[in-house]
């Protein structure tokens, strides 16, 4: 049973940073990609990064140059750092899984077949 948990969501000003993580379990966590979405209210759930199994990354063009996603493969967790926070980054942020061992990244939701409960990012003006 795969399980994803978030944490490290909450309350920033703009400018300001966080760390979310994520914890995998049941999955052979180094070969599987992994991505970072995010929904505001009344919106879709938008991409905002992933990285492949190999680490290699990429990211919505509207985070890129802020946000860096990473991984450590030892303790099966995958992280997301922002900086430079800005009021439009708020949303809740969910982690995902692809259930396949594959290379590259991995960009669309729907190509993902685990996700995390999500965790409320709020920044303020």
């Known amino acids: 049973q795969v399980q994803l948990v978030e944490s490290g969501g909450g309350l920033v000003q703009a400018g300001g940073s966080l760390r979310l993580s994520c914890a995998a379990s049941?999955?052979?966590?180094?070969?599987?990609?992994m991505g970072w979405f995010r929904q505001a209210p009344g919106k879709e759930r938008d991409f905002v990064a992933a990285?492949?199994?190999?680490?290699?990354?990429t990211y919505a063009d509207s985070v890129k140059g802020r946000f860096t996603i990473s991984k450590d493969n030892a303790k099966n967790m995958v992280f997301l750092q922002m900086n430079s926070l800005k009021p439009e980054d708020t949303a809740v942020y969910y982690c995902a899984a692809e259930g396949r061992w594959r290379t590259g990244v991995v960009t669309t939701a729907q190509e993902y077949d685990y996700w995390g409960q999500g965790t409320q990012v709020t920044v303020s003006s």
């Open positions: 990285i492949s199994r190999s680490g290699g990354s």
């Open positions: 049941g999955l052979t966590f180094s070969m599987n990609p």
